[in-house]
Protein backbone atom coordinates (compact mmCIF):
# COMPACT_ATOMS: atom_id res chain seq x y z
CA UNK A 1 0.00 0.00 0.00
CA UNK A 2 1.10 3.43 -0.89
CA UNK A 3 0.06 4.68 3.21
CA UNK A 4 1.72 2.03 5.64
CA UNK A 5 -0.09 3.98 8.69
CA UNK A 6 -2.84 6.13 9.26
CA UNK A 7 -2.58 8.43 12.73
CA UNK A 8 -6.63 8.71 13.68
CA UNK A 9 -7.87 11.54 15.97
CA UNK A 10 -10.72 10.22 18.11
CA UNK A 11 -13.16 13.08 19.23
CA UNK A 12 -14.56 14.73 16.13
CA UNK A 13 -13.23 12.25 13.67
CA UNK A 14 -13.01 8.39 14.28
CA UNK A 15 -15.91 9.05 16.94
CA UNK A 16 -19.18 10.27 15.80
CA UNK A 17 -21.31 12.87 17.68
CA UNK A 18 -22.01 9.84 19.94
CA UNK A 19 -18.75 8.82 20.92
CA UNK A 20 -18.83 5.74 18.49
CA UNK A 21 -16.94 4.23 15.45
CA UNK A 22 -19.63 3.49 13.14
CA UNK A 23 -19.70 -0.44 11.54
CA UNK A 24 -18.55 1.58 7.78
CA UNK A 25 -15.92 3.61 9.26
CA UNK A 26 -14.83 0.01 11.48
CA UNK A 27 -15.22 -2.52 8.29
CA UNK A 28 -12.64 0.37 6.21
CA UNK A 29 -10.38 0.15 9.08
CA UNK A 30 -10.61 -3.83 9.45
CA UNK A 31 -9.67 -3.89 5.56
CA UNK A 32 -6.83 -1.18 5.65
CA UNK A 33 -5.36 -4.00 8.61
CA UNK A 34 -5.63 -6.80 6.53
CA UNK A 35 -4.00 -5.64 4.30
CA UNK A 36 -1.07 -4.99 6.19
CA UNK A 37 -1.82 -1.13 7.42
CA UNK A 38 -0.75 0.09 10.90
CA UNK A 39 -3.38 2.39 12.97
CA UNK A 40 -2.43 4.87 15.51
CA UNK A 41 -5.14 6.16 18.08
CA UNK A 42 -3.39 9.51 18.58
CA UNK A 43 -5.40 11.49 21.09
CA UNK A 44 -5.56 13.97 23.70
CA UNK A 45 -7.37 11.33 25.62
CA UNK A 46 -5.24 9.52 28.51
CA UNK A 47 -4.04 6.22 27.50
CA UNK A 48 -7.11 4.29 29.75
CA UNK A 49 -9.58 6.57 27.94
CA UNK A 50 -8.34 5.01 24.52
CA UNK A 51 -7.91 1.61 25.24
CA UNK A 52 -11.39 0.77 24.63
CA UNK A 53 -11.46 1.51 21.04
CA UNK A 54 -7.99 -0.21 20.32
CA UNK A 55 -9.98 -3.44 21.63
CA UNK A 56 -12.74 -2.59 19.45
CA UNK A 57 -10.55 -2.54 16.44
CA UNK A 58 -8.42 -5.51 17.42
CA UNK A 59 -5.20 -3.08 17.58
CA UNK A 60 -3.57 -5.88 19.47
CA UNK A 61 -4.16 -8.32 17.75
CA UNK A 62 -2.66 -6.15 14.46
CA UNK A 63 -0.27 -4.34 15.68
CA UNK A 64 -1.13 -0.95 16.09
CA UNK A 65 -0.66 1.91 18.52
CA UNK A 66 -1.85 4.23 21.18
CA UNK A 67 -0.60 7.81 21.25
CA UNK A 68 -2.16 9.08 24.59
CA UNK A 69 -2.17 12.66 26.12
CA UNK A 70 -1.40 14.70 22.93
CA UNK A 71 1.64 12.59 22.61
CA UNK A 72 3.29 11.82 25.70
CA UNK A 73 2.52 8.54 25.69
CA UNK A 74 3.17 6.14 22.99
CA UNK A 75 1.97 2.22 23.95
CA UNK A 76 2.34 -0.86 21.92
CA UNK A 77 -0.72 -2.86 21.62
CA UNK A 78 0.58 -5.66 20.46
CA UNK A 79 3.32 -6.02 23.23
CA UNK A 80 2.15 -3.66 25.54
CA UNK A 81 5.37 -1.72 25.48
CA UNK A 82 5.44 1.88 26.33
CA UNK A 83 7.76 2.99 23.35
CA UNK A 84 7.71 7.12 24.27
CA UNK A 85 7.27 8.24 27.41
CA UNK A 86 7.36 12.33 28.79
CA UNK A 87 5.77 13.73 31.54
CA UNK A 88 5.32 17.37 33.38
CA UNK A 89 7.72 17.42 36.67
CA UNK A 90 5.81 18.02 40.04
CA UNK A 91 6.93 21.76 40.10
CA UNK A 92 5.36 22.48 36.61
CA UNK A 93 2.10 21.12 37.72
CA UNK A 94 1.70 23.14 40.58
CA UNK A 95 2.06 26.04 39.08
CA UNK A 96 -0.27 25.08 36.27
CA UNK A 97 -2.77 24.10 39.49
CA UNK A 98 -1.89 27.74 40.48
CA UNK A 99 -2.90 29.70 37.02
CA UNK A 100 -6.12 27.99 37.17
CA UNK A 101 -6.72 29.14 40.88
CA UNK A 102 -5.78 32.46 39.43
CA UNK A 103 -7.65 32.98 36.49
CA UNK A 104 -11.00 30.67 37.49
CA UNK A 105 -10.79 27.51 35.52
CA UNK A 106 -10.87 23.99 36.28
CA UNK A 107 -7.99 22.05 36.31
CA UNK A 108 -7.87 17.85 35.77
CA UNK A 109 -4.88 15.88 35.98
CA UNK A 110 -5.04 12.06 35.28
CA UNK A 111 -2.89 9.17 37.51
CA UNK A 112 -3.23 5.29 36.43
CA UNK A 113 -6.87 5.31 35.61
CA UNK A 114 -8.40 7.88 37.93
CA UNK A 115 -9.18 11.36 36.82
CA UNK A 116 -8.41 13.99 39.49
CA UNK A 117 -10.00 17.18 39.58
CA UNK A 118 -11.16 19.74 42.55
CA UNK A 119 -14.40 20.82 40.69
CA UNK A 120 -15.83 17.40 39.85
CA UNK A 121 -19.19 18.51 38.81
CA UNK A 122 -17.93 21.57 36.59
CA UNK A 123 -19.79 20.73 32.97
CA UNK A 124 -16.82 20.15 30.87
CA UNK A 125 -14.79 18.00 33.46
CA UNK A 126 -18.39 15.67 33.69
CA UNK A 127 -17.94 15.78 29.67
CA UNK A 128 -14.37 14.49 30.33
CA UNK A 129 -15.32 11.74 32.27
CA UNK A 130 -17.94 10.53 30.42
CA UNK A 131 -15.21 10.71 26.96
CA UNK A 132 -12.78 8.49 28.95
CA UNK A 133 -15.20 6.60 31.34
CA UNK A 134 -12.80 6.71 33.69
CA UNK A 135 -13.47 7.52 37.50
CA UNK A 136 -12.92 10.95 38.52
CA UNK A 137 -11.71 11.77 41.95
CA UNK A 138 -12.78 15.24 43.70
CA UNK A 139 -9.64 16.29 45.87
CA UNK A 140 -9.12 19.34 47.91
CA UNK A 141 -6.01 20.38 46.11
CA UNK A 142 -4.71 18.55 42.90
CA UNK A 143 -1.17 19.88 43.19
CA UNK A 144 -0.68 17.83 46.35
CA UNK A 145 -3.07 14.73 44.84
CA UNK A 146 -0.56 13.77 42.68
CA UNK A 147 2.66 11.18 43.62
CA UNK A 148 4.25 11.54 40.54
CA UNK A 149 4.96 13.40 37.19
CA UNK A 150 1.76 12.91 34.92
CA UNK A 151 1.36 13.36 31.18
CA UNK A 152 -0.71 16.51 31.27
CA UNK A 153 -3.28 18.89 33.14
CA UNK A 154 -6.54 19.75 31.86
CA UNK A 155 -7.95 23.13 31.77
CA UNK A 156 -11.44 23.54 31.65
CA UNK A 157 -13.77 26.23 31.09
CA UNK A 158 -15.85 28.11 28.54
CA UNK A 159 -14.65 28.77 25.08
CA UNK A 160 -13.89 32.41 25.74
CA UNK A 161 -12.33 31.97 28.99
CA UNK A 162 -10.42 29.22 27.63
CA UNK A 163 -8.86 30.99 24.59
CA UNK A 164 -7.65 33.83 27.38
CA UNK A 165 -6.55 31.79 29.47
CA UNK A 166 -4.17 29.93 27.16
CA UNK A 167 -2.47 32.71 25.99
CA UNK A 168 -2.08 34.03 30.07
CA UNK A 169 -0.85 30.44 30.61
CA UNK A 170 1.65 30.52 27.17
CA UNK A 171 2.80 33.84 28.60
CA UNK A 172 3.37 32.65 32.15
CA UNK A 173 5.25 29.16 31.64
CA UNK A 174 7.22 30.49 28.15
CA UNK A 175 8.33 27.11 26.28
CA UNK A 176 8.49 24.64 29.03
CA UNK A 177 5.34 23.42 28.47
CA UNK A 178 3.20 22.64 25.31
CA UNK A 179 -0.48 24.26 25.57
CA UNK A 180 -3.05 23.80 22.67
CA UNK A 181 -6.70 23.47 22.45
CA UNK A 182 -8.24 19.74 21.55
CA UNK A 183 -11.88 21.58 21.69
CA UNK A 184 -13.17 25.18 22.57
CA UNK A 185 -13.27 24.39 25.85
CA UNK A 186 -10.64 22.26 26.54
CA UNK A 187 -6.75 23.68 27.19
CA UNK A 188 -4.11 20.63 26.42
CA UNK A 189 -0.72 21.08 28.99
CA UNK A 190 1.75 18.65 28.16
CA UNK A 191 5.88 18.46 28.19
CA UNK A 192 7.65 20.84 26.33
CA UNK A 193 7.90 19.88 22.66
CA UNK A 194 5.14 17.36 22.81
CA UNK A 195 2.82 17.27 20.25
CA UNK A 196 1.37 14.77 18.07
CA UNK A 197 3.47 15.24 15.02
CA UNK A 198 6.85 15.05 17.42
CA UNK A 199 5.76 11.62 18.70
CA UNK A 200 4.70 10.11 15.25
CA UNK A 201 8.04 11.12 14.06
CA UNK A 202 9.65 8.99 16.74
CA UNK A 203 7.19 6.03 16.26
CA UNK A 204 7.73 6.53 12.16
CA UNK A 205 12.00 6.45 12.94
CA UNK A 206 11.59 3.20 15.13
CA UNK A 207 9.37 0.93 12.28
CA UNK A 208 11.62 2.66 9.93
CA UNK A 209 9.16 4.61 7.99
CA UNK A 210 8.54 7.55 6.79
CA UNK A 211 6.36 10.96 6.77
CA UNK A 212 5.39 10.03 3.57
CA UNK A 213 3.93 6.38 4.96
CA UNK A 214 1.27 8.25 6.74
CA UNK A 215 -2.33 9.77 6.99
CA UNK A 216 -2.93 11.88 9.48
CA UNK A 217 -6.53 12.32 10.09
CA UNK A 218 -8.05 15.42 12.82
CA UNK A 219 -10.37 18.08 13.44
CA UNK A 220 -8.86 20.19 16.69
CA UNK A 221 -5.94 22.46 17.04
CA UNK A 222 -4.16 19.70 18.58
CA UNK A 223 -4.21 18.42 15.37
CA UNK A 224 -2.67 21.05 13.28
CA UNK A 225 1.10 19.32 14.18
CA UNK A 226 0.45 15.74 12.99
CA UNK A 227 -1.83 17.23 9.91
CA UNK A 228 1.05 19.08 8.05
CA UNK A 229 3.65 16.83 9.13
CA UNK A 230 1.83 13.52 7.50
CA UNK A 231 1.92 12.87 4.10
CA UNK A 232 -1.47 13.34 3.60
CA UNK A 233 -3.15 15.37 6.09
CA UNK A 234 -6.24 15.30 6.31
CA UNK A 235 -9.20 17.41 8.22
CA UNK A 236 -12.93 16.80 8.86
CA UNK A 237 -15.54 18.69 7.50
CA UNK A 238 -15.90 19.87 10.59
CA UNK A 239 -12.53 21.02 11.30
CA UNK A 240 -11.89 24.46 12.35
CA UNK A 241 -11.49 26.20 9.31
CA UNK A 242 -7.76 27.16 10.94
CA UNK A 243 -7.04 23.20 10.42
CA UNK A 244 -8.85 22.89 6.73
CA UNK A 245 -6.69 25.24 5.70
CA UNK A 246 -4.04 23.51 6.47
CA UNK A 247 -4.87 19.77 5.22
CA UNK A 248 -3.96 18.43 1.44
CA UNK A 249 -7.65 16.97 1.42
CA UNK A 250 -11.03 17.83 3.67
CA UNK A 251 -13.03 14.39 3.52
CA UNK A 252 -16.55 14.02 5.24
CA UNK A 253 -17.57 14.77 8.63
CA UNK A 254 -17.33 12.23 11.50
CA UNK A 255 -20.88 11.98 11.40
CA UNK A 256 -20.59 10.80 7.58
CA UNK A 257 -17.48 8.39 7.66
CA UNK A 258 -14.80 10.72 6.93
CA UNK A 259 -12.36 8.49 8.08
CA UNK A 260 -13.89 5.66 5.42
CA UNK A 261 -14.01 7.51 2.94
CA UNK A 262 -10.28 8.42 3.12
CA UNK A 263 -9.32 4.50 2.76
CA UNK A 264 -11.30 4.42 0.10
CA UNK A 265 -10.34 7.54 -1.95
CA UNK A 266 -6.76 7.29 -0.80
CA UNK A 267 -5.91 3.36 -0.17
CA UNK A 268 -8.04 0.85 -1.45
CA UNK A 269 -8.62 2.35 -4.90
CA UNK A 270 -4.96 3.46 -5.35
CA UNK A 271 -3.79 -0.18 -3.98
Known amino acids: ?52 IAEELELEKNGGYILAFNGSRIVDCKTGEVMFNQTLNMEQTAKLHALAQKFSVNILTYEGDTIYTEEDQEPYASLEQRITKMPMVKVDDISKAVSMPVNKCLMTGEPEKIAYVEEQVKRAMGDSINAYRSQDFFLELVPQ ?79
Open 193 to 271: NVDKAASLDSLLKKLKLESTDLIACGDGFNDLSMIKYAGLGVAMSNAHLDIRKAADFITLSNDEDGVAHVLEKFVFHAA
Open 1 to 52: MNYKMIALDLDGTLTNSDKIVTPETKEALFHYQKHGGKIVLASGRPTQGIVP
